[in-house]
Nanobody
Framework: QVQLVESGGGLVQAGGSLRLSCAAS????????MAWYRQAPGKQRELIAT???????GYVDSVKGRFTISRDNAKKTVYLQMNSLKTEDTAVYYC??????WGQGTQVTVSS
């Protein structure tokens, strides 16, 4: 079955960096578009980055220039490199196989 397992979340100070990883299994990873969503307390889930099987990427304006999504098809893993983190980036981050499977989420907390 499809499984998406995120890792790499944690507590970081504003201005710091984190790299999230999502290990995928149970499907043909290289053919699927993957995405990262996040949900902050009291807010709706927000799509922040996508990457196609061939590596084309897209970002929401609020993370452009700070976050980078990438993938390693051989390792069946998608990454989210997050730099220059802000307190407003605090959220649970989810890895998604577009459009239908979600990981369990990993907490990112950015302190001031």
């Amino acid at each position: 079955q499809v499984q998406l397992v995120e890792s790499g979340g944690g507590l970081v100070q504003a201005g710091g960096s984190l790299r999230l990883s999502c290990a995928a299994s149970g499907f043909s990873f290289s053919f699927n578009t993957m995405a990262w969503y996040r949900q902050a307390p009291g807010k709706q889930r927000e799509l922040i980055a996508t990457i196609t099987g061939s590596g084309n990427t897209g970002y929401v304006d609020s993370v452009k220039g700070r976050f980078t999504i990438s993938r390693d098809n051989a390792k069946k893993t998608v990454y989210l490199q997050m730099n220059s983190l802000k307190t407003e980036d605090t959220a649970v981050y989810y890895c998604v196989r577009v459009p239908d499977y979600w990981g369990q989420g990993t907490q990112v907390t950015v302190s001031s």
